[in-house]
Each structure stands twice: as structure tokens, then as C-alpha cells.
């Protein structure tokens, strides 16, 4: 009995459920030649966004390319299929795309009951407001009677009914179906605020006629755990998509570099030359070469690099890295360890 046979009656016998995933998503790249890469449609300043070439660039695009040089040895070998918040989902169920990586927030819900797998966080997030300085409000809690703009189909419009209520406010939510309808809206005045992830706000601001008349209040009101997204059932695909990930955040935290990358192949210290490939065999267990991680690292650099290239205080976003430090300097992330 061959091993798919024995799978579906192992599912009739447990009365478990045979996805479409559980043939081998990486085979399925190998054999195409790329990784078919979800992205956000509406464009997302230093997350994701296209140059009048089509040219994709951003924190989420370079993990994208990261996967395709950690496969391919090339980071050129990705496609990008532009998605809305309301098609995101069902495009990785379907097959559409073989990973999502679309500022994402992970939920149980998602992660239960959509047959989809959240394989890390590479952005911790939280949801805030931006409101016109004019206004003269310096505080979310002043917002109750005030009209906001809101994208459907996403945690943000969920979050934002449950602050109102948690706080006793009178909530007129303007609702839109994207993230750039919500965000012009707001600009041509038709809203007194708008509402997204904080990430976000500093993205969609740049947007504005005049944004330094806009500001981003102090309140943070939910946890919005951003990352990569994988269907349920190819575990060899979960783990190779999780495991850069890592290896990008490992790689900042041992000082290896898109520019030295090559050079600390001969260090001596092990834990690098196990993350390089030079010490043990553990590209083999995500169907990889042993060179799998250094590609990656190659191709975009470090998480502190793509973080700082793409988002970080030397960019028009000018974000911090906050929480998204390593655990060594007070932040959360942290990579698994390669041994």
C-alpha cells in the first residue's frame, strides 16, 4: 500500500480530513521553479510595494526572496500575487500562492479553523489611530461620537468595535473594502479618524496631502503578532518557512551579515557554523542544502537588515525597532536554535 493510499485510510479510519496540502508544496516549487509569494495588493509603504518597472520591494517582500534563496540559491526565482485582506486567505487555501506574507496578524481563529499555519512572527504589531492635529485630540479615549475609517475584513475592524465597548464609547465606524479607500477617505475628510495597525499608520501617513498635519496617538489597543502563513498539512513546507525565519533573526544575533556571510562560513564558534552549513547536515531536514541559510542571509542580510533597510529610523517610516529587538536588547524576537 503506497503512502497516499495509506494516509486516506488513516483519515476514513480517524475521520480525519485530507487536505490539498498534503502533497509536497516544495516539490511543487522545485518543479515550477519559483515560490509563488502573497503579497499586499494595496501596496504597504516599507512592507510591500512596486516601482514603475513592477519592481516589489519591502520588509515582507525580502522574506519572500529569502525563501527563494534559500531553495534556489537565487532570490530572483519568487512571483508576487497582489491580495486584498479579503482575498488573502482563500488564495493560500486554494493553492493560489504558496505563502502568505502580507502583514498578517496571527489569531486563533486563523490558526484553527482556516486549515492554515502560522509559522512565526517577523513583526510585532499593535493597532492605533492617527487623527488631524487640528482636531485637538491627544487621546483614543477622546474619540467617542467621532466617525473612523476602518478596512473590512480584517482584525482591525474587530479590535476597534471592542475598544469602543470596552470603554463605553459611541463608535460611528466608516467601513471600506481596502486599505487605499479607507486611508483617502480619511485625507478627503470624510473621516475624523483612521485606524489600522501602528506599522500601518506610519505607511499609509506618507499617503497624505499633508502629512505632517497628522498624528499618531499614544494608545496601543490590541496585540497584532504579524507573520508568514503556510496551509495545514505539508510539514516540510511549515517547517522550511519557519526555519528561515529563524535563521535570519539567529544570523542578526551572531553578527553575521550580508557582507561577511561568506567570511564567517570559517568561524569558530559553532552555532555559526551550523546556521552557514559548515558543521552538520541540517538543511536535510527541510529537503534543503546545507547552505540553505547562508544563501539567505546572502540575498537580503539579517533580520536587523532588512528591518533597518526597509522600516527602520533612516527610512521615510522611521520606525524604531521597540519590541522588535532581539531578546538580548529588550525586544521579543528571538530565533529557535540551530543544533
Known sequence: ?????????????????????????????????????????????????TNDQGEWSGFDVDYCRAYAAAIFGDPSKVKFTPLTAKERFTALQSGAVDVLVRNTTWTMSRDTQLGLNFTGVNYYDGQGFM????????????????????????TTELNLADYFRANDMDLNAVVFES???????????????????ASGLYAERLKLKDADQH????????????????????????????????????????????????????????????????????????????????????AVGNYGEIFNRNIGPDTPLAIERGINALWTNGGLQYGMPVR
Open 215 to 298: 498624528m499618531i496617538l499614544p494608545e496601543v489597543i490590541s496585540k497584532e503578532p504579524l507573520g508568514p502563513v503556510v496551509r495545514q498539512g505539508d510539514d516540510q513546507w511549515f517547517n522550511l518557512i519557519k526555519w528561515v525565519g529563524f535563521a535570519l533573526v539567529n544570523a542578526e544575533e551572531l553578527g553575521v551579515t550580508k557582507g561577511n556571510v561568506d567570511d564567517m562560513k570559517s568561524s569558530d564558534n559553532p552555532e555559526i557554523k551550523r546556521l552557514l552549513g559548515a558543521e552538520g547536515s541540517y538543511g536535510e531536514g527541510i529537503g534543503l542544502d546545507n547552505d540553505w541559510a547562508a544563501n539567505a542571509i546572502g
Open 179 to 197: 486599505a487605499n479607500e479607507a486611508i483617502q477617505a480619511y485625507d478627503d475628510g470624510r473621516c475624523d479618524a483612521f485606524t489600522t495597525d
Open 131 to 154: 487623527v488631524r492635529k487640528s482636531l485637538g485630540i491627544t487621546s483614543a479615549l477622546e474619540l467617542s461620537g467621532a466617525s473612523v475609517c476602518v478596512q473590512t475584513g480584517t
Open 1 to 49: 500500500m503506497n503512502k497516499t493510499v495509506c494516509t486516506i485510510a488513516a483519515a476514513a479510519l480517524f475521520g480525519l480530513g485530507v487536505t490539498a496540502a498534503s502533497a509536497a508544496t516544495l516539490d511543487d516549487v522545485k518543479s515550477k521553479g519559483f515560490v509563488q509569494c502573497g503579497a499586499n495588493a494595496s501596496g504597504l509603504a516599507g512592507f510591500a510595494t
